[in-house]
């Protein structure tokens, strides 16, 4: 793959810049620090030009938090500034990012995501008799630095770029030259980046006949047990040697027997909500209904937030589902809820 270059150019100029704000800004207008970044915009984005042109661009100074959603992330927030750079640089380098993916990978990737990841997945677990899934152990902890570096290194040869890449990399780690953090516009771009070597190695190597990814989330499919289970551990060993990752314990199983992926329980014939995600949407359900209630959300905030959490469970066969949530919502006091809520 011929290396990419002369692209800080296109990154710094005025019109990449703007655009970059009102990616950034999407959804934050009347947050203090947007805002405040909005009020002095022409030179807040001239001062950026500025730093993207000599290769010194701020970096680190997180606000971390935790989310347990669906379970406990480390999220690190970057000030809104450097998220603005953020989109600058993946504006432009989306494209060269994009050309080292196979089709069957699907996180931060236009046109693709979950709904088509699950798409996928349901087209291959209905003619594969077996399916192996794969998931890396603390997979945005693990990444490894010096990696990273040498794989954009081979992607790139723009030094100025390359450099500021290396300066983002190098504002966070959890050790010594690992890590990424959780909540970066750049670690997602990184972070299915750097799996897809991986996907590569399944492919044309292990010579996998069906096989989807979704970040750190892999599944593979068989007709052949024996097969599937050499194949993973095969894998197992190039992770482990090339990436420097641990995979969890494998998931090995028939396909009709339910395959757990992305909140979902696919089978040949139908999806299901997982029981997680059964547990999320009753939690939020009742959370967003007592926002409403008392009148800290108005019905078009409490609206906005309903209607995706609605519409992840219409993906599954999930109607009555839904119909006896919101029927022991109305019928039940706030005590049956939580009882109920820890049974579900």
């Known amino acids: 793959m011929k290396r990419q270059g002369q692209l800080l150019q ?38 950026l030009q ?17 989310i347990y959603d669906p379970k ?25 990012f994009e050309k080292q993916q196979v089709a069957t990978s699907f996180a931060s990737r236009s046109g693709k995501g979950t709904y088509a990841a699950l ?21 945005f902890e693990s990444i490894d630095h010096s990696i990273l570096k040498q794989q ?13 890449f290396d300066q983002i ?27 897809s070597v991986a996907d590569y190695y399944v492919k044309k190597e292990l010579r996998v006949p069906a096989y989807v990814r979704y970040m750190d989330d892999s599944v593979l499919w068989h007709h052949d047990k024996k097969a599937l289970l050499e194949i993973g551990y095969r894998f197992q060993e190039y992770l482990a040697k090339e990436l420097r990752l641990q995979l969890k314990p494998f998931c090995l199983n028939e396909s009709k027997k339910g395959l757990p992926f992305l909140g979902y329980l696919l089978f040949p014939g139908s999806v299901r909500l997982a029981r997680i995600s059964k547990k999320r949407f009753i939690q939020k359900s009742l959370l967003y209904d007592h926002y409403l209630q008392t009148a800290r959300w108005s019905q078009k905030e409490f609206a906005n937030h309903t209607m995706p959490l609605v519409a992840f469970t219409e993906y599954a066969n999930a109607k ?25």
């Not at 100029?13 to 405040?36: C, P, R, S, T």
């Open 320 to 344: 009555e589902f839904r119909k006896n949530v919101y029927s022991a919502m109305v019928a039940s006091e706030e005590e049956g809820h939580q009882s109920w809520v820890r049974t579900v």
């Open 119 to 139: 798409d996928k997945a349901r087209e291959y677990h209905r003619h594969y008799r077996w399916f192996l899934k794969l998931d890396v152990r603390k997979y």
């Open 50 to 66: 500025q730093q993207l042109l000599s290769g010194a661009v701020e970096t680190g100074g997180y606000h971390t938090f935790t």
């Open 72 to 96: 406990k992330r480390l999220i690190c927030a970057t000030p809104f500034s450097q998220r603005v750079l953020h989109h600058a640089l993946m504006n432009v380098c989306h494209a060269s």
């Open 10 to 47: 296109q990154i710094a100029d005025l019109k990449n810049l703007y655009e970059a704000f009102y990616k950034a800004q999407k959804g934050k207008v009347f947050k203090h620090d947007v805002y405040a970044y909005s009020k002095q915009l022409q030179q807040n984005l001239q001062r």
């Open 169 to 195: 990399i190098d504002s966070y780690s959890t050790v010594a030259g690992k890590s990424v953090p959780i909540g970066n516009l750049t670690s997602q771009y990184f972070a299915n980046h750097y799996l």
């Open 152 to 164: 954009l290194y081979r992607m790139f040869k723009d030094q100025a770029l390359l450099l500021i």
